[in-house]
Nanobody, 126 residues
Framework: QVQLVESGGGSVQAGGSLRLSCVGPSYTISYAFCTGWVRHPPGKERGGVATIANDGTTSYTDSVKGRFTISKEDAKNTLYLQMNGLKPEDTAMYYC???????????????????WGHGTQVTVSS
């Protein structure tokens, strides 16, 4: 069982910042075709937040553009999500996810990755 391990979640006030980290085997972070963050707000469906492709191309869902930044550090097999200007609607369980090469898989915010972490909770109060 592949294990991605997230950390960095917590409780902050609106306007605050958090940085999420995700560590996993090299083929899920450093050499993956696509890695990303997915969130599951309470009472709502999961949704893609941000992705980074193996060529460094990033993509964000509209609601986080300009506030969140996805990046990775290949030498450490670590994926990051820097979250600034947090809003109450960002409250969710955040999951790290990864996809090795798959024909037709478009690296953009989505929820159908193959490899997943167990999640880290982010709570933003107003």
């Amino acid at each position: 069982q592949v294990q991605l391990v997230e950390s960095g979640g917590g409780s902050v006030q609106a306007g605050g910042s958090l940085r999420l980290s995700c560590v996993g085997p090299s083929y899920t972070i450093s050499y993956a075709f696509c890695t990303g963050w997915v969130r599951h707000p309470p009472g709502k469906e999961r949704g893609g937040v941000a992705t980074i492709a193996n060529d460094g191309t990033t993509s964000y869902t509209d609601s986080v553009k300009g506030r969140f930044t996805i990046s990775k550090e290949d030498a450490k097999n670590t994926l990051y999500l820097q979250m600034n200007g947090l809003k109450p609607e960002d409250t969710a369980m955040y999951y790290c996810a990864a996809q090795t090469w798959l024909w037709g898989f478009d690296c953009r915010p989505r929820t159908d990755f193959t490899y997943w972490g167990h999640g880290t909770q982010v709570t933003v109060s107003s």
